[in-house]
Nanobody
Framework: QVHLVESGGGAVQAGGSLRLSCVAS????????MAWFRQVPGKEREGVVR???????VYAEFVEGRFTVNKDNPKYTVELQLNSLKPEDTAMYYC??????????????????WGQGTQVTVSS
């Protein structure tokens, strides 16, 4: 059974930075995809970034260069640096993982494993 543990998050003012980290355990597959999603109450969960086991990294359009994945992450780990944060970035951020099926999906239903979530709050 795959288990995802998230850390980081917190409260900052607009323009500030935070770092999120996600570590997966229990997986032994070489083909996997790890992603960060976010959700605010009343809205659908949306993808922020997805990272393939091949090294591919795809950001959502709204990121606009403000968020960066550490390319030197060890296997089954994704660190996401959030810079130039805006109040609209306030959300619960979730780490997710899927195995076998590549890394081309933003559909949250395609990810089998989820972390407990970490809150990011940006004040104006």
């Amino acid at each position: 059974q795959v288990h995802l543990v998230e850390s980081g998050g917190g409260a900052v003012q607009a323009g500030g930075s935070l770092r999120l980290s996600c570590v997966a355990s229990g997986s032994t597959h070489s083909d996997y995809c790890m992603a960060w999603f976010r959700q605010v109450p009343g809205k659908e969960r949306e993808g922020v970034v997805r990272v393939g086991s091949s090294g591919s990294i795809v950001y959502a359009e709204f990121v606009e260069g403000r968020f960066t994945v550490n390319k030197d992450n060890p296997k089954y780990t994704v660190e996401l640096q959030l810079n130039s944060l805006k109040p609209e970035d306030t959300a619960m951020y979730y780490c997710a993982m899927r195995e076998y099926y590549g890394c081309s999906s933003w559909r949250y239903g395609d990810y089998a494993y989820w972390g407990q979530g970490t809150q990011v709050t940006v004040s104006s």
